[in-house]
């Protein structure tokens, strides 16, 4: 039977989890006192004579409230660097399990985990009896949605190009909605004012610098190289377009083995539509191949002090080189 007094946040969308697990202390505390909240962690269990805390009644008050972070945990046991000390110890949850039913109307527990382990009891349990919170990651047309309704003056074409600025990470989206608030506080959100505002993330802004290289046109490389170094270091841009090459290389290999492009698609994680781009130019492959070569080479000459130097200019200057000499043979 559900009991109103056993709460349970769950959900991968943190931010909004967050933010509405702190309205609730805050709540709390203003009503019935901060000296009535206990904040216990996964860490902390262990610890703690844990059944008291959830079946001793108030003592001061009218209420209790009992907040346990990352419990139900992600894991299928309690992890310690200790292992032989934890073996002795009995398991923090199974205790929670077992005091469920006795714990007093007038104490509210609230479970606080974003990526629980579904196999574990306590977790069943909470789905059958808690009152139960979910926040989902925010994707697709209801994350639009949800920057719309933040924003609600911002035009189709800036709404399309914040969205591909900042992707679906919902903790960088909320952060830049506050930059364009107090940015454009009258007037129309434009496409303009998005540029001017936001910086994209790597992933987006390496899209022009890969597109060149995919179709060995070093001069339009070279541009855009230098267009991304206005906004990011050059480590972050290095390491990127590292990893894309090698996903590039790998689709490659895996088409020429006559895989089917929908398997290569979902067992690389790649989006649709850079997959796209990647099939089209997959006749360059050994040429690809041959700079990420050197990228590579140059990596190692970085971190072992050969070559030209260990600085930012000298990773630049090798990787400038690099893309210069995409068209040579």
Same mark, same amino acid.
């Given at each position: 039977?559900?009991?109103?007094?056993?709460?349970?946040?769950?959900?991968?969308?943190?931010?909004?989890?967050?933010?509405?697990?702190?309205?609730?202390?805050?709540?709390?505390?203003?009503?019935?006192?901060?000296?009535?909240?206990?904040?216990?962690?996964?860490?902390?269990?262990?610890?703690?004579?844990?059944?008291?805390?959830?079946?001793?009644?108030?003592?001061?008050?009218?209420?209790?409230?009992?907040?346990?972070?990352?419990?139900?945990?992600?894991?299928?046991?309690?992890?310690?660097?200790?292992?032989?000390?934890?073996?002795?110890?009995?398991?923090?949850?199974?205790?929670?399990?077992?005091?469920?039913?006795?714990?007093?109307?007038?104490?509210?527990?609230?479970?606080?985990?974003?990526?629980?382990?579904?196999?574990?009891?306590?977790?069943?349990?909470?789905?059958?009896?808690?009152?139960?919170?979910?926040?989902?990651?925010?994707?697709?047309?209801?994350?639009?949605?949800?920057?719309?309704?933040?924003?609600?003056?911002?035009?189709?074409?800036?709404?399309?190009?914040?969205?591909?600025?900042? %992707?679906? @990470?919902?903790? !960088? *989206?909320?952060? +830049?909605?506050?930059? #364009?608030? /107090?940015? =454009?506080?009258?007037?129309?959100?434009?496409?303009?004012?998005?540029?001017?505002?936001?910086?994209?993330?790597?992933?987006?802004?390496?899209?022009?610098?890969?597109?060149?290289?995919?179709?060995?046109?070093?001069?339009?490389?070279?541009?855009?190289?230098?267009?991304?170094?206005?906004?990011?270091?050059?480590?972050?841009?290095?390491?990127?377009?590292?990893?894309?090459?090698?996903?590039?290389?790998?689709?490659?290999?895996?088409?020429?083995?006559?895989?089917?492009?929908?398997?290569?698609?979902?067992?690389?994680?790649?989006?649709?539509?850079?997959?796209?781009?990647?099939?089209?130019?997959?006749?360059?492959?050994?040429?690809?191949?041959?700079?990420?070569?050197?990228?590579?080479?140059?990596?190692?000459?970085?971190?072992?002090?050969?070559?030209?130097?260990? %600085?930012? @200019?000298?990773? !630049? *200057?090798?990787? +400038?080189?690099?893309? #210069?000499? /995409?068209? =040579?043979?």
């Amino acid at each position: 039977m559900p009991r109103s007094n056993i709460v349970f946040f769950t959900g991968s969308n943190h931010i909004f989890l967050r933010r509405d697990l702190d309205a609730w202390v805050d709540i709390f505390a203003k009503k019935y006192g901060e000296y009535n909240i206990s904040r216990l962690s996964k860490e902390s269990l262990p610890r703690t004579n844990i059944q008291a805390e959830l079946v001793t009644p108030v003592f001061l008050g009218e209420k209790r409230l009992i907040v346990l972070e990352d419990i139900p945990s992600s894991t299928s046991k309690w992890e310690s660097e200790n292992t032989e000390t934890v073996a002795n110890i009995p398991d923090p949850e199974a205790i929670i399990l077992a005091a469920l039913y006795q714990i007093p109307d007038t104490t509210i527990v609230l479970f606080v985990s974003t990526e629980p382990d579904k196999r574990k009891a306590l977790y069943k349990r909470l789905i059958d009896i808690a009152t139960l919170k979910e926040y989902e990651k925010l994707e697709g047309n209801t994350l639009r949605e949800y920057v719309r309704k933040k924003l609600p003056h911002i035009d189709v074409t800036a709404l399309a190009k914040f969205m591909e600025y900042t %992707g679906s @990470d919902i903790n !960088r *989206i909320e952060s +830049e909605i506050g930059k #364009l608030a /107090l940015y =454009k506080q009258d007037g129309w959100i434009t496409e303009t004012d998005i540029k001017t505002v936001i910086i994209p993330t790597i992933e987006t802004s390496i899209f022009s610098l890969t597109d060149a290289i995919f179709i060995l046109d070093n001069a339009f490389a070279y541009q855009e190289l230098n267009n991304i170094l206005e906004t990011h270091n050059i480590h972050q841009i290095f390491t990127t377009l590292v990893s894309t090459l090698r996903t590039f290389l790998y689709a490659a290999k895996l088409l020429s083995l006559k895989h089917e492009p929908s398997d290569v698609l979902s067992l690389l994680k790649i989006h649709p539509y850079a997959f796209e781009k990647m099939r089209k130019n997959m006749k360059n492959s050994p040429r690809i191949q041959t700079l990420f070569s050197e990228l590579i080479l140059l990596d190692k000459r970085m971190k072992t002090g050969e070559g030209i130097g260990d %600085g930012d @200019d000298a990773l !630049r *200057i090798g990787l +400038e080189k690099a893309i #210069l000499c /995409l068209q =040579k043979n």
